[in-house]
């Protein structure tokens, strides 16, 4: 039984995968605190052995994020929301709250969500208020950028030029790593 809902669930993700057409070409915003955002795509994290995957929807606006982690047919599974109040967290029923997603992701889920620099990262961009490091490729595009304890890899992006956006990330540190696989933006 358990074999026939995962060969329908691939069908319909290989479906989806096949029928997707390539990315739009967005130009990456210079500052992201003034340029609203959201992705489509996928998450996995690693974390003292676990492995976890999960859909995910990430759409920012000024001083608010609010990212779902969806499930394979894209029920919700946790909703993390972060504003100039703090940031709540929503799974399973249950609601969570602190001033930071990242003591609220480490009380909660054990590790932390370095979300206050996510929102520049995942844009290619370092965050603002503290020193980053920076290595690029010969076109101009972050290879590398190391930043607050973070190292974040940049493996793919929509387009050559070296203001596109990424769709490939790997965020480590301390043992923690977060890939993220973005297949949609919208600027």
């Known amino acids: 039984m358990r074999y026939r809902y995962f060969s329908l669930a691939l069908l319909l993700v290989l479906g989806a995968c096949a029928s997707s057409s390539a990315p739009t070409v967005v130009q990456r915003p210079v500052q992201a605190e003034l340029v609203p955002f959201a992705f489509n795509g996928r998450v996995i994290t690693r974390h003292n052995g676990e492995r976890s995957s999960a859909g995910v929807r990430w759409t920012h606006r000024g001083v608010e994020d609010e990212i779902l982690l969806l ?4 029920q919700t599974v946790a909703r993390v929301f972060s504003d ?74 929509a387009a050559e030029t070296p203001d596109s956006l990424p769709l490939r990330l790997t965020l480590r540190r301390d043992g923690m790593e977060i890939q993220l696989f973005i297949d949609e933006w919208e600027i």
């Open 71 to 74: 499930a394979p047919l894209g």
């Open 84 to 157: 100039a109040q703090g940031v709540l967290l929503e799974t399973s029923g249950k609601q969570y709250f602190e001033q930071d997603a990242e003591t609220l992701t480490e009380r909660v889920l054990g590790w932390h969500l370095p979300l206050s620099g996510m929102r520049y990262w995942v844009l290619g961009l370092p965050a603002s208020g503290t020193v980053a490091s920076i290595e690029r490729t010969e076109n101009g595009q972050v290879s590398v950028l190391r930043q607050d304890g973070w190292e974040v890899k940049y493996t793919r992006y």
